[in-house]
C-alpha cells in the first residue's frame, strides 16, 4: 500500500484510524456516563 | 523593512492585543490570573494543550529527523498523534474535579494536597523550576535563531523583541492569555502546515510516488527500523519513541495544568473530539515534508531548516511570511506555557506555600507576575550568553520531568492505595533513572528508551514504595470517589462558582493547612449529599 513495505504499512497506517476510534469511544463513554449521572440525580 | 518582517510584526502585535485583552480579568484573583477562573472551554484546551507540547521541534526537529532517518521517525508522529487524546481520556475529568476539590492552583501543589505532603512538594518544585526554566530557556534560544534567521535582525535583537512579546502577554494576561494565544497558533500552526502540504504534494507525486522515489535512493528510508536498519529489532527503542510523546505529556506540568483549568468535567468529552481531529489533520505532515525534502531538495545544509527553506522554494512574498509566522507559532505556544508554569510554581509553590503563607491575594498575583517577568528577563539573558549548562539540562528535561510527575498524576486519580511514601518514591526514581539512563547511554546496551526505563521504574518504585507510606486521609479517599464516580459534581463546585466568593477555592482547600476541619467536612457534606 502507497509503496511502502507490508510491515511498514500494517504497523503505521492504522494509527490515525486508532486514535480517532479511541476518541470516539472516549466521547460516547463519557456522554453515556454523564446521563447515567444525571438520570440519577 | 522587508515584508516578512511587516507579517511578523503584525503577528507579534496580535499576541501582545491577546495579552492586554486578558490583562484585566486575569487580575480578579490569583485564581484566575493561574489557571483562567477554570473556565476554559474545550476547543481552547485541546488545541492549547497539543500546541504547548510540540514546540519548534515539529517544525524543525521534527521535519529533520524525517529527513535523516526517512520513515522511522513517523513513530514519534504517531505517539504525538495521540498525545493529548491519552492525556485528557485518563486525567482529565478525574484531575480537573480533583484539583478544584483541593483547591489546588499548580500541578505541584495539586500533588502535595492530594498526597498529603510536603516532600513531594519540595521535589516536585525543585524538579518543576529546575527542569521547566531549562527547557524554556533552551525554547527561547530556538525562537532568537528561527526569528534571527527569518527576519534578519541580530540574534539579540531577535531576542528581546520576540521573547519580549511572549514575556509582556504571559506577565500581563496569565493562564488566559498563554491558553487563547496557544489556541490562536495552534489554528495558525495547521495552516500553515496544510499550505505547504498541499502545495509540495503534487510536486513528490503523492504519498505513493513519493515512497517510490525515496525507495530508489535507499529502500531502507522506508522501514521502520531506521534508515540503515539501524534499530533493526529494537522494539524497545520503538515503543519508547510512540510512548514518550503518546503518554509523556501527561507528566509535563505546562500540559497537565490544563486539565485543571477546564470549565467542567464535561468539557473533557468535545475535548478529546477536537484533539483527535487537530491531531491528525496536523502531526503527520511535517514529518512527510521533512520525507519530502530528500526528494525535491537533497543538498540542503541544515536538516532542521528544510520546513523555512521549502517555504521559500514554493511560496513567494507575503505568503512566505505568513507561514514562517506559523514556525515561530509553534515555538512561541510552548515558550509562554513554560514560562507560565515555571512562575507559577515558583511563586505558588515557592513563594505562597515556604515564604509567606499568609500572602494576601493580591500579594500573590504581584509576585505570580513578578516571577514569570524575572523569569523571561534572566531567560534572554541566558539565551544571549548560551552556557552550556542549560543545554545539558535540558536534553533531560522533557524525560525528566515526564518521568517525575506521569505516574504520580495517573495514580492520584486511579489509586485510593497510592499514599506519599509511594509517590515519592516514585518521583525520585522516574527522575533519577531518565538522568542515569542518559548519562550512561543505557539505550545502547539495553535497547530500552530511557523514557520507558524510567516510566517501569517510577512505577515499581511507587507500588514498592506504597507498602510502607500510611494511607491517605478520609477526606482524600472522598474527594477520590467524588472526582472519579459518574455522577455531576455539584454545579457549584464544576462552575467554580464558590471561587468568586471565596478566591482560590480557599472554602474546600489545603488539607494540610490551618483549616483542615472546614474542608474535611464540606468534602464529607458533598459526598453525603450526592449519595
Known sequence: MFNLPWETALLMLPWPVIWVTLALVMYFKMRRDEKIGDADE | MNLDIIVFFIYLLAMLGIGLYFTRRASASADHYLLGNRKIGAPVTAISMQSSSMSGFMFMGGPAQAFQEGWHALWYAIGDAGGSIVNLSVLGKRMRRMSQLLGALSPVEYLEKRFESTAVRVYGAVVGIIFLFAYAFAQFIAAGKALEAMSGFSYEMALVIGIGVIVAYTVLGGFLAVAFSGFVQGIIMLIGVSIIGVMVWPQVGGLSGLNAQLAEIDPTYLSIWGKDLVYYGQWGVILGAVLIYAIGYMGLP?????????????????????????NQLFTFTPYILGMSAIIIMPSVSDPEMVIPEMIYMVFPGIIAAILLSAIMAAIMSTCDALLMQAGTTLSRDVYSRFINKKASHKQQLLVSRLCILVGGIVGIIVAVYEPPTVFALVIFAFGV????????????????????????????????????WELFAFQNATEIHP?????????IAMLIGNKFGTPPSDPILNAFD????????PKKLEKGIFDDLAPEARNISCFLETNKDIQESAIVNWSIKET
Open chain 2, 254 to 278: 505546562h500540559v497537565s495544568v490544563k486539565h485543571m483549568s477546564m470549565e467542567g468535567g464535561e468539557t473533557t468529552k468535545n475535548a478529546v473530539l477536537w484533539s483527535a481531529g487537530f
Open chain 2, 451 to 459: 523514557f520507558l526505563a524510567g516510566v517501569l521504574v517510577s512505577l
Open chain 2, 482 to 489: 467524588l472526582a472519579k464516580e459518574n455522577k455531576r459534581v
Open chain 2, 401 to 436: 520531568l515526564g518521568n517525575t510527575f506521569m505516574v504520580p498524576y495517573i495514580a492520584s486519580v486511579y489509586s485510593k492505595k497510592a499514599n506519599k511514601i509511594g509517590v515519592l518514591c516514585g518521583m525520585v526514581g522516574g527522575s533519577v533513572t531518565n538522568i542515569v
